[in-house]
């Protein structure tokens, strides 16, 4: 595990150097952990509040998934950067026992749990980049990707 404090984040993002952080998830505490250290990266990569909201929300969606439906994953976050932005990449994963229909998970308003929440859609919608690897009996690896604006 690598723990990143944020001013090692600021020097590493000044070398080039993209920082990893992994946060276990297992409890309603540790989604909050994770929210968190998504907030405190993105903030220090210079994100606006409003953008810094978004990430976290999304963050803790997929964290109260794995709790919910997997018991136990983690969520990695990792600065990154395309051509022009830095941005925050989250990987969300776990062993559970996957979706098995992604296209009907990713539908508005679909829960197999009868929860409000914004889901998967709604986390589709706060950030840049989107993907889901899921297989049935396997686990579940959703990765997403936030530029900042
Ligand atoms: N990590 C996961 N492992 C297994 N199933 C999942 C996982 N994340 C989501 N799902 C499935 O996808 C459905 C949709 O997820 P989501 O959009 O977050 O809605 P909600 O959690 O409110 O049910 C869930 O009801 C669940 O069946
Ligand atoms: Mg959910």
Not at 21 to 31: L, Y
Not at 51 to 74: F, K
Not at 112 to 133: A, N, Q, Y
């Amino acid at each position: 595990m690598i723990l990143v404090g944020n001013a090692v984040v600021e020097r590493n993002l000044a070398a080039g150097v993209e920082s990893e952080i992994h946060v276990p998830i297992a409890s309603d505490q540790d989604v909050v952990v994770a929210r968190h250290k998504g907030r405190a990266l993105a903030t220090e990569l210079g994100f606006s509040g409003r953008d810094t909201t978004l990430l976290a929300t999304a963050i803790s969606e997929l964290a109260r998934n794995i709790v919910s439906y997997a018991g136990r994953g983690e969520i990695v976050l990792r600065t990154t950067h395309n051509s022009d932005r830095p941005g925050v990449m989250v990987v969300a994963r776990d062993k559970g026992p996957g979706i098995a229909s992604i296209e009907q998970a990713l539908r508005e308003g679909y829960s197999t749990s009868g929860s409000l929440g914004l889901g998967l859609p709604g986390v589709r919608r706060l950030v840049d980049e989107f993907e889901i690897v899921s297989e049935f009996g396997e686990g579940t690896t959703v990765t997403v990707r936030k530029w900042k604006g």
